[in-house]
């Protein structure tokens, strides 16, 4: 089987469910899937532009959501000693259920999976694990 990760943010207590943007639940399948986990990362990761130089991912919704929070990829098997400054992290990853969290936890995963689609020119279609799609040009 395998451990399976979602994508939190410590801090904000909010998290990215890899299954709503076409990734499987295991590390190893994050890291090799394109526009998932990883531009998610990225993208909430990134820091605020300055607005002094091109190339500017904009959206402020989105884009620098995470910059300078505490944020990990946490795993079904997590343990209390995993992560010793945060109290009750052995539970998270039970709260970061693919549609709604629980115990104030925030699934973001819709707002950023409608960026990432934007970006990419791609759809996000299904129910659980989505599938990738590639929009028709014009």
Known sequence: MGQYHVLVNFDKKEYVHPWALGNGLKLFEQLFAENGMKD???VLMASKSN????GDLGDGMVVSRWA???VAFIGDYTEAEDHPNIEGVEKIYGYCGSDT???GWKNITPRLASWLENAFEIKFVGEGWKDIVQKKRR
């Open 51 to 54: 607005g002094r130089g091109g």
């Open 68 to 70: 300078g929070d505490r």
């Open 40 to 42: 998610a990362l990225f």
């Open 101 to 103: 969290g629980e115990n």
